[in-house]
């Protein structure tokens, strides 16, 4: 009995060696790492997203979608508009400036190039170039502040005169006696020009303060337009001497691989521009002589003076003919009368649709 007891002991310490588990010597359990792989979330499957946003697409209408994928970027391309705006309004005493130099490279840079070739070198060239343009624009102002002035006292005249007959006209014409007889019945002060000069004059002293405000905005404006002129002379002295290295410099700052696309659409551009100011300058001389014959045909006063107003007026895309050939036709309305201005406005009218 005592050997059974002693077998069936064994016999239960080995059952109990076989039912516990074992653990293998190099696997040790770390908490940290444990509760780190339980916390780690599994990757993501791809084709649960695309069930997803297929899901998505198939609730949302496929009109809305596309009103809000244009919606979006109509956004964007609005902001980037506004910013562009704001940044130019915001630099505007530099960018316009530089832009009429650019304007003026394109013209006067055929010119520089010339000189080059008879031999003068690269600085001489550009400084004969833009010291002659200079002087041509200052000539011209003279030329028109000489005619003024020689011809100042028969202007002032006629200005006198011509008042005086518009103001008589006014008070004694047919249009006022029918409207002061006709159903209107306007009081007689209405059309009395002396009651609209005490009225302007009264203006104009209750408005010293106001007026003397709008004096200093034109001091500084002054002040403004000759910086913005003293940047328009040296860029534009650098823009002829060495304008294609500037703009090479400026090539570093686009991707290398679109180097070569934004060059050669920035020279289709520039002969653009150049053709643009060389059919500006002749629409400019077509305009001037035009204005010029008429004037002298006429007799209006000043005429070599209003001829190079017109010659430079025209620079100025649609508005400048049109403010220089209507003040012609006023100096003709003031020198000659109303048959003499209204022929003097069918020759301006008749030179703007030939050029």
């Known amino acids: 009995m005592a050997s059974s007891a002693r077998n069936g002991s064994r016999h239960s310490a080995r059952e109990t060696r076989r039912t516990i588990p074992v653990l293998p010597a190099t696997s040790t359990i770390d908490d940290h790492t444990g509760s780190r792989a339980t916390e780690e979330a599994p990757p993501a499957d791809p084709a649960i997203a695309a069930n997803n946003t297929a899901e998505v697409n198939a609730v949302v209408p496929r009109g809305l979608q596309v009103a809000a994928a244009w919606s979006w970027r109509a956004i964007l391309v609005a902001a980037l ?8 309004r915001y630099l505007s005493e530099v960018l316009i400036p530089v832009a009429v130099a650019i304007l003026l490279t394109a013209l006067m840079l055929p010119v520089a190039r010339m000189l080059r070739k008879w031999g003068l070198p690269k600085a001489a060239a550009t400084a004969i170039t833009v010291l002659g343009a200079v002087a041509s624009i200052v000539g011209v102002l ?3 502040g000489g005619q003024i002035a020689g011809q100042g006292p028969e202007l002032s005249t006629n200005v006198v005169n011509g008042f005086n007959k518009l103001s008589d006209w006014l008070s004694n014409g047919p249009l006022t006696n029918w409207l002061r007889n006709g159903p209107l019945h306007l009081n007689a002060s209405w059309l009395d020009s002396s009651t609209w000069v005490t009225k ?5 002293k209750a408005s010293g303060s106001t007026i003397a405000a709008y004096a200093a905005e ?41 180097r070569d696309r934004v060059d050669q659409a920035a020279l289709r551009g520039w002969r653009s521009l150049a053709s643009y100011v060389r059919a500006t300058i002749l629409v400019a001389l077509t305009d001037s002589l035009g204005v010029l014959i008429v004037a002298l ?43 003499q201005a209204l022929i003097m406005l ?10």
């Open 81 to 88: 508009l506004w910013g562009i705006v704001w940044l130019a």
């Open 142 to 144: 003279i030329v028109i």
């Open 200 to 204: 302007v004059t009264d203006f104009l």
């Open 218 to 258: 034109f001091g500084a404006g002054v002040g403004h337009f000759f910086a913005g002129l003293a940047l328009a002379l040296f860029s534009l002295f650098y823009f002829i001497y060495d304008g294609r290295g500037i703009f090479s410099f400026l090539l570093n700052f686009i991707p290398r691989a679109s």
């Open 297 to 339: 045909i006429l007799g209006v006063p000043v005429a070599p003076a209003l001829a190079a107003l017109v010659f430079l007026g025209a620079f100025v895309p649609i508005v400048g003919a049109l403010v220089s050939g209507s003040l012609a036709v006023l100096v003709a309305l003031v020198a000659l009368g109303w048959p």
């Open 346 to 355: 069918g020759g301006v009218i008749l030179v703007m649709q030939i050029e």
